[in-house]
């Protein structure tokens, strides 16, 4: 059994309400873990760190604060074993895609941003005869980084990286269903020399330790990544305040196939859009539209690639989905797809079945719709399962509107030979971002967000600097 500890001016410690919540394997249902159960207490103990730590941090010289992030990407990178297995134990994901993937890009996250200060250009706007104009982007402060359970430390370190290297101090809070690979980050953290303070991690409940942080007066932004409602209630507490806030929130993404489409190379890779990590990654394809003169086709391949999936143990390397992250959000799912059937729709493949033949973990199988209606809740709202509907359109027009008849607005997928037609659809897509004949292709150094309920503000690249620092235009004369 991990005990793990909140990380407050370099210590671990235990929370100060002296209460704990318990981490469940998802794979078995059995406890693995106890995590502080933080309060209002433990959120003004880590801010006051953050706070103190702030002007040292951010006088330091950005070559110095470089080579520590690195080292924490090298030690990330010395201990992705021990990380990835972390991972799968906390979220049920299968230990491949954490070893080969995630574990990985969280390395790639602080090194990329130590680059990205390391390399940074510096604006200066000569005036003429007048003098010149140049900008300074001093970091905000303190800074509250919250994170969920999907892509634990992927996620976590999407925030942290950048808040760090813009010069922020920050308080990071983890998902309280996966905080594993959190814990071991306080502790490489330590070992690549971030001076204590720098960085504070604090465990427990959204609602008790979550809320206490985001609504403390110290703090100077809050960076979110989560469902839609609880940015939605963020937001809300946010009244009266100026704060600078980036919410990466929930999606519903819709995959257009044109009849022109690479058949093969399109199914391949919308089983991998539909069911990687069991369809729980926000950008994940959940509405799968195909013109009509091919979805024959595209459904026999589809149905039959799908059934040749395993569900299993994340730990067998052939396993293509582990269980989903909780028995409740295994509930939520099935919901979903019971409301479906009582609304006639056809269940092509019901992935239900794997609930009774594997009783130990919350284990659900790839589940296929079709006749589901634009306007039924399994097409309007975000499931987070391994739960896709198949329906087809007639033309471009149709194929639009279908597509942006949700409230969401994260991700899209285009997938046609026709330059035209993809870049066409790209620009009418309601979506932060559009992968025309790919999916979950990233580059760093690319803005990333969502659109309409998706979310508000861009990560990644210089959009993240940005958002963790204040823009100060000086002007200067002869
Ligand atoms: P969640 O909103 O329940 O929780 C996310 C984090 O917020 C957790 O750490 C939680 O403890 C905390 N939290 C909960 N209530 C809070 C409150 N009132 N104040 C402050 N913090 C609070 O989301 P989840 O179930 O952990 O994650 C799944 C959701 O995240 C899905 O909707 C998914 O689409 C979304 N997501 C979005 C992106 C993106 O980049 N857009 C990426 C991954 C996941």
């Known amino acids: 059994m991990i005990a793990i500890k909140n990380y407050i001016s370099g210590g671990l410690v235990e929370p100060k309400t002296q209460n704990y919540l318990e981490v469940i394997n998802p794979a078995t249902g059995e406890v693995i873990a106890r995590a502080p159960d933080s309060g209002p207490e433990d959120a003004a103990a880590a ?44 979220s049920g994901k299968p230990y491949s895609l954490a070893y080969e993937k995630e574990i990985p890009r969280a390395a790639q996250n602080f090194r990329y941003f130590a680059s990205a200060i390391s390399t940074g250009q510096s604006e200066c706007f000569p005036m003429g005869e007048q003098g010149f104009n140049y900008v300074l982007r ?9 994170s969920p359970w999907n892509l634990p430390l992927y996620l976590f370190s999407w925030k942290i990286a950048p808040a760090l290297a813009a010069g922020c101090t920050v308080i990071g809070k983890p998902s309280e269903l996966t905080p594993l690979t959190a814990f071991k980050l306080s502790e490489i953290c330590k070992e ?7 960085l504070n991690i604090v465990h427990g409940y959204g609602a008790k330790i979550g809320e206490a942080l985001t609504r403390n007066p110290a703090i100077k932004a809050i960076s979110f990544t989560g469902g839609t409602e609880t940015g939605k209630k963020i937001m809300g507490g946010l009244r ?13 993404n819709p995959a257009l196939v044109f009849k022109d489409c690479d058949l ?62 909780s028995k409740e959000h295994r509930l939520k799912v099935k919901g979903f797809v019971d409301r479906a059937e009582q609304n006639q729709c056809s269940l092509l493949l019901d992935g239900r079945s794997t609930m009774s033949a594997m009783q130990d973990g919350f284990y659900f199988g790839p589940t296929i719709i079709e006749g589901a209606a634009l306007e039924d809740p399994i097409n309007q709202q975000e499931i987070f399962g391994p739960v896709v509907t198949l329906a087809s359109f007639k033309d471009f027009n149709e194929a639009m509107s279908l597509a942006n008849g949700t409230p969401y607005g994260l991700s899209a997928t ?44 861009r990560e990644g690249g210089n959009e993240a600097l940005k958002f963790f620092t204040e823009t100060k235009n000086i002007f200067a004369t002869f």
């Open 47 to 90: 801010v006051k760190s953050a706070q103190d730590a702030f002007e040292a941090w951010a006088k330091t010289p950005t070559e110095a604060r470089a080579k520590i992030l690195h080292n924490i990407a090298n030690l990330i990178d010395l201990h992705r074993e021990e990380l990835a297995k972390l991972e799968a134990l906390d």
């Open 138 to 146: 001093p970091a905000l402060g303190p800074v509250v980084c919250i």
């Open 192 to 198: 690549a020399g971030l001076p204590p303070g720098v």
């Open 240 to 252: 009266n305040t100026f704060l600078p806030v980036s919410l990466e929130l929930g999606g519903k």
């Open 264 to 325: 093969e190379l399109t199914v391949n890779e919308l089983i991998r859009a539909s069911f990687t990590n069991s369809g729980q990654i926000c950008l994940c394809a959940s509405r799968l539209y195909i013109e009509e003169p091919i979805y024959e086709a595209f459904k026999s391949l589809f149905l039959t690639k799908t059934k040749m999936l395993s569900v299993g143990d994340p730990f067998h390397t052939e396993t293509s989905l582990g269980p989903l992250i």
């Open 414 to 457: 285009v997938w046609t030979k026709d330059l035209s037609t993809a870049h066409r659809a790209a620009h009418q897509l309601d979506a932060g971002i559009v992968w025309i004949n790919s999916w979950m292709v990233r580059d760093l150094r690319t803005p990333f967000g969502g659109m309409k309920a998706s979310g508000l503000g």
